[in-house]
């Protein structure tokens, strides 16, 4: 089934010029950008969209992480893309992501902070929606 899932590209991301990069990956799987937008986060927006992560030790560092630079925002569509996406970014870690992931391939000898992922992909239909009202809200 197609479906629309939330693609931020992090700031580490844009500050190593591996937008194109990340793009380029996202289109040569088949997914379709269907919008896209380049942004320095709020806080509001980043407490909201991090809201599941409030309390936890890691959570203030990333709000500050994420909104140290401008982000690049992206609704991706495509064939169970909420689940492809997040296989494509790899797991969390960007040392132990798989090779040929964007989080594997892009990610190691740069942030020894794990938060620096260069990108986040929304984890669940409720996630995708709740986030891609949040990132593109239409007035
Ligand atoms: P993901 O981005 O893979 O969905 P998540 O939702 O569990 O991971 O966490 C959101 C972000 O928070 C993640 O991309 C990086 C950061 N993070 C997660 N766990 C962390 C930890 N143990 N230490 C530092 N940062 C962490
Ligand atoms: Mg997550």
């Known amino acids: 089934m197609s479906e629309a899932t939330l693609v931020l590209?992090?700031?580490?991301?844009v500050k190593r010029n591996l937008t194109g990069e990340i793009l380029r990956r996202i289109e040569q799987k088949g997914y379709?950008?269907?919008?896209?937008?380049?942004?320095?986060?709020?806080?509001?927006?980043?407490a909201s969209h991090y809201a599941e992560h409030a309390g936890k030790?890691?959570?203030?560092?990333l709000l500050e992480f994420m909104s140290s630079g401008p982000l690049v925002?992206?609704?991706?569509e495509g064939e169970r893309v909420i689940e492809?996406?997040?296989v494509l970014a790899g797991t969390t870690d960007p040392t132990t992501a798989a090779p040929g992931?964007?989080?594997?391939?892009?990610?190691?000898?740069?942030?020894?902070?794990?938060q620096q992922n260069l990108v986040h992909g929304s984890d669940s239909p409720e996630s995708a929606a709740r986030e891609l009202a949040l990132w593109f809200a239409t007035a």
């Open 73 to 76: 925002a992206v609704r991706v």
């Open 32 to 46: 379709k950008i269907t919008a896209l937008q380049m942004l320095h986060a709020t806080e509001k927006q980043l």
């Open 84 to 86: 492809g996406f997040r």
């Open 57 to 61: 030790p890691f959570y203030e560092p």
């Open 9 to 13: 590209i992090k700031p580490d991301g």
């Open 101 to 114: 992931t964007i989080r594997g391939d892009l990610g190691r000898d740069w942030g020894l902070n794990v």
